[in-house]
């Protein structure tokens, strides 16, 4: 750690408790740049470099759909995109977002609705890439590869950030703590009719230096705890705040896998 990044946090840690969270309580969560908790909280990154990877996939692609893009901030960061690039989003900030931040690159960004079918024709991409999805839709995945094609995702595993969800909402049942299962994931695509190539995991350290990360955290990341304001939880998050104050950063275990699968 630099001793900017240093300073950085100490000076949030030594402010109170109430304009730590009026502060992360009105900051806009639109997109899906976590820049604002530079200083504030660190995630560990998994080895096989999400990014890095789909910037090689896209460049020898020549038809690309990203799925679930947020405000497009990865598929920005693509150097080389192909021909046809197009994009899908559903919540409505973040397609503006991401329209104005992708259609400069030549990318279209189409607004979808959670759950419902890709709007776009069988085999209609040779790649398809999603960080993060929501939901998986396999079968709809596998109908807009073209023969051959590749889809490759970043998913958040089991029992994420649990730590912390757990210290909201309580123990959690096993059934949730189990879903998002990478074994589920292969099983689903090997059924929809897709190969499977590779599957790879991590578990991953995150750490929250003040309460002000942990409110824009779960502002942002809204399924973590689902029925989260800062009025509801004011007492928790006062606790959290002086257990942090005291003992140093509230510390929690990400789970992220990598799954790639081929279309025959």
Partial sequence: MSDTDRS???????R??????????TVPVDGWDFSWLDGRATEERPGWGYARTVAERMSRARAA?????GGGE???????????????????PNVARATARLHPRGAAVVATVDGAPLPFADGAFDLVVSRHP?????????R?????????????????????VEYFLGPQPPEVRAARDPGAARDEAIAAGLDVVSLRTAALRT???DIGAVVYFLRKVIWMVPDFTVERYRDRLAELHAAIERDGPFTATTTRFLIEARKP
């Fill in 8 to 14: 950085h946090r100490e000076g949030h840690r030594r």
């Fill in 16 to 25: 109170s408790f109430d304009d730590l969270v009026s502060e992360a309580a």
């Fill in 65 to 69: 759909l990203d799925i679930e893009t």
């Fill in 74 to 92: 990865v598929l920005d960061s693509v150097p080389r995109l192909p021909t046809l690039t197009v994009a899908t989003e559903s919540w409505p």
């Fill in 134 to 142: 929501v939901r998986a839709r396999w079968d709809e995945i596998a």
């Fill in 144 to 164: 807009v590869l073209g023969s051959g094609g590749t889809y490759l995702s970043q998913e958040v595993g089991p029992a994420s950030v649990f730590e912390l």
């Fill in 207 to 209: 750490e929250f230096f």
